[in-house]
């Protein structure tokens, strides 16, 4: 996730206030074999800016999902309409932020009322999440604390986690802990590594605590994809996509998506992969690329 994708996708889906241009009537195209999910604002320009017609474009291009970072910020009312079209639909719905802090150490601190403060955004997550029939929320552990060894940070990340945890369990919710890079977009945050990641869930030792792998953040990190994938598989629950460089669709950068795909289709792997991603081309013909680059992705053998 990134602070800028987080900031644009909750400010830029409201209702139009004049006339917008409609989802085109379609017969809807064959769905993927993935779960891909587009946020809002990717496809505004063919469906218009009502999120309704969005997610009504998002369904006929056969897509199974949406993802949307802002969803706790948006109105409750809209919350709701949002779901209720979406179950008409048949769409699943992604993650969306619950707690993330880019500027403050958060849970790697042992003050009491950044805890307090940590586990308010984790129960208010537990309300919307059961409002949009979501399953996972995305949690960045904030900053790390140049004045304290590793070790102590981790520890108190570790407990954090495992009241945060207690929380969601018995609502059968996911916290997914999202690695971020350091080098191009999120110096000084406390998780930044699969590796590091997996080590974390594997000690939080809870069902309510995965990994959010965004493909993109660990190109940049340390790449090593499908391997790294291969050793976290048991603690991985949610995947996000994006090339490098640029972080637009796959096919405009560096990433073998048609490779990772089949892994992780091959795996059997049946969550969301949220397309956490701009477009590399602007209006319309930019979203068609942006679908024709999943559909040429997608066509992997399985």
Same mark, same amino acid.
């Given at each position: 996730?990134?602070?800028?994708?987080?900031?644009?996708?909750?400010?830029? &889906?409201?209702?139009?206030?004049?006339?917008?241009?409609?989802?085109?009537?379609?017969?809807?195209?064959? &769905?993927?074999?993935?779960?891909?999910?587009?946020?809002?604002?990717?496809?505004?320009?063919? =469906?218009?800016?009502?999120?309704?017609? *969005?997610?009504?474009?998002? =369904?006929?291009?056969?897509?199974?999902?949406?993802?949307?970072?802002?969803?706790?910020?948006?109105?409750? #009312?809209? *919350?709701?309409?949002? #779901?209720?079209?979406?179950?008409?639909?048949?769409?699943?719905?992604?993650?969306? $932020? /619950?707690? =993330?802090?880019?500027?403050?150490?958060?849970?790697?601190?042992?003050?009491?009322?950044?805890?307090?403060?940590?586990?308010?955004? %984790?129960?208010?997550?537990?309300? $919307?999440?059961?409002?949009?029939?979501?399953?996972?929320?995305?949690?960045?552990?904030?900053?790390?604390?140049?004045?304290?060894?590793?070790?102590?940070?981790? /520890? *108190? $990340?570790?407990?954090?986690?495992?009241? !945060?945890?207690? %929380?969601?369990?018995?609502?059968?919710?996911?916290?997914?802990?999202?690695?971020?890079?350091?080098?191009?977009?999120?110096?000084?945050?406390?998780?930044?590594? %699969?590796?590091? =990641?997996?080590?974390?869930?594997?000690?939080?030792?809870?069902? #309510? !605590?995965?990994?959010?792998?965004?493909?993109?953040?660990?190109?940049?990190?340390?790449?090593?994809?499908?391997?790294?994938?291969?050793?976290?598989?048991?603690? %991985?629950?949610?995947? *996000?996509?994006?090339?490098?460089?640029?972080?637009?669709?796959? &096919?405009?950068?560096?990433?073998?998506?048609?490779?990772?795909?089949?892994?992780?289709?091959?795996?059997?792997?049946?969550?969301?992969?949220?397309?956490?991603?701009?477009?590399?081309?602007?209006?319309?013909?930019?979203?068609?690329?942006?679908?024709?680059?999943?559909?040429?992705?997608?066509?992997?053998?399985?």
């Amino acid at each position: 996730m990134n602070r800028r994708h987080f900031l644009v996708a909750a400010a830029g &889906t409201g209702v139009a206030l004049g006339s917008a241009i409609k989802a085109n009537p379609q017969a809807p195209r064959a &769905t993927f074999k993935l779960k891909y999910a587009p946020h809002f604002g990717m496809f505004r320009h063919s =469906a218009g800016e009502d999120p309704i017609d *969005q997610l009504k474009f998002i =369904a006929e291009q056969g897509f199974l999902a949406l993802e949307d970072n802002g969803m706790k910020s948006r109105p409750l #009312a809209l *919350q709701e309409k949002i #779901a209720a079209e979406m179950s008409r639909l048949g769409l699943e719905m992604g993650v969306f $932020v /619950a707690t =993330a802090d880019f500027e403050n150490v958060t849970f790697a601190s042992p003050d009491p009322a950044a805890r307090e403060k940590i586990l308010k955004d %984790i129960r208010e997550s537990v309300e $919307v999440a059961q409002r949009v029939n979501a399953r996972w929320v995305t949690v960045v552990p904030g900053r790390y604390d140049l004045g304290k060894e590793w070790d102590y940070q981790t /520890a *108190q $990340v570790i407990d954090n986690l495992k009241r !945060c945890a207690e %929380i969601l369990e018995p609502h059968n919710l996911v916290m997914v802990l999202e690695p971020l890079n350091p080098w191009t977009n999120h110096p000084g945050l406390f998780l930044t590594k %699969i590796p590091q =990641a997996y080590m974390i869930c594997r000690s939080v030792n809870s069902p #309510a !605590c995965k990994i959010l792998f965004d493909i993109y953040h660990q190109q940049i990190t340390e790449g090593n994809l499908i391997p790294n994938m291969e050793m976290a598989w048991d603690e %991985i629950g949610y995947f *996000q996509t994006g090339d490098n460089p640029g972080r637009n669709e796959p &096919t405009t950068g560096e990433i073998n998506y048609l490779n990772i795909f089949k892994y992780i289709h091959s795996r059997g792997y049946n969550g969301i992969l949220g397309m956490e991603h701009g477009n590399s081309r602007p209006g319309v013909e930019g979203e068609k690329a942006v679908i024709e680059a999943y559909r040429k992705m997608d066509t992997f053998e399985a």
